[in-house]
């Protein structure tokens, strides 16, 4: 099976836009969940999708939104973008949510000048 | 924060040598997990260990758990170049969303 594939790798934005990114999980997984990595506040949970509904949020603005297609795939939007959201954006799926552990993709590496 | 926390920040040793990292959390969990990540790539899961365990082997990882200190510790033995990664704890207290800890850099010199 394939894995966990983000779009695009790397993004290079100015701040005050908005950006896009995009997940597709492994073939047959239902649940997709978005984090955050920055070295000064790490790994940071951003929220989870299964089947098409947010089921969890962390805590961040609501300039952080995400949706779920159908077919499991998922996006997720940063509108007005600070210099603060340069960051890895990590994607992880599962195949449902009594599966305990996640797999990750490569991440987006996103840069806001 | 809830974030975890671990240490230590940065280890460096040499190819053989058993490589000991240390993660403490802040609430109850269900379970907690150890991911490496190479090199600011996705992470990769190593283990699982359940609330209800206290150890746990895999291949050459050894995975302890004591609830009481809310603490674990990942044992990687005979250690290779190629462990060379960050390694992060991470918890899931049955919110559905891992809690990472700060995560311990590995340097294994051949």
């Known amino acids: 099976k394939a894995g966990v594939t983000q779009t695009p790798r790397y993004l290079i934005k100015t701040r005050g836009q908005q950006v896009t990114l995009s997940c597709s999980p492994i073939s047959g997984h239902r649940s997709v969940s978005w984090y955050q990595q920055t070295p000064g506040q790490g790994l940071q949970f951003l929220f989870e999708?299964?089947?098409?509904?947010?089921?969890n949020k962390g805590n961040f603005p609501g300039r952080f939104s995400g949706r779920q297609f159908s077919n499991s795939r998922s996006e997720m939007n940063v509108s007005t973008l600070e210099l603060g959201d340069s960051a890895l954006y990590l994607c992880?799926?599962?195949?449902?949510?009594?599966?305990?552990?996640?797999?990750f993709g490569p991440g987006t590496r996103l840069l806001v000048l | 924060s809830q974030q975890g926390e671990e240490d230590p920040q940065a280890l460096s040793i040499q190819e053989g040598e058993n490589a000991t990292m240390n993660c403490s959390y802040k609430?109850?969990?269900?379970?907690l997990q150890w991911y490496r990540q190479n090199s600011g790539r996705g992470l990769v899961h190593l283990i699982l260990i359940r609330s209800n365990e206290r150890e746990k082997h895999s291949g050459r990882l050894r995975v302890t758990l004591d609830t009481s200190k809310k603490s674990s510790s990942l044992l990687i033995t005979a250690s290779r170049a190629a462990d060379t990664a960050s390694y992060f704890c991470?918890?899931?207290?049955?919110?559905?969303?891992?809690?990472f800890g700060t995560g311990t850099r590995l340097q294994v010199f051949p």
């Open positions: 609430t109850s969990i269900n379970n």
């Open positions: 992880a799926s599962r195949a449902s949510l009594a599966q305990e552990t996640q797999y």
């Open positions: 999708y299964f089947s098409e509904t947010q089921r």
């Open positions: 991470a918890t899931d207290d049955n919110t559905d969303k891992l809690i």
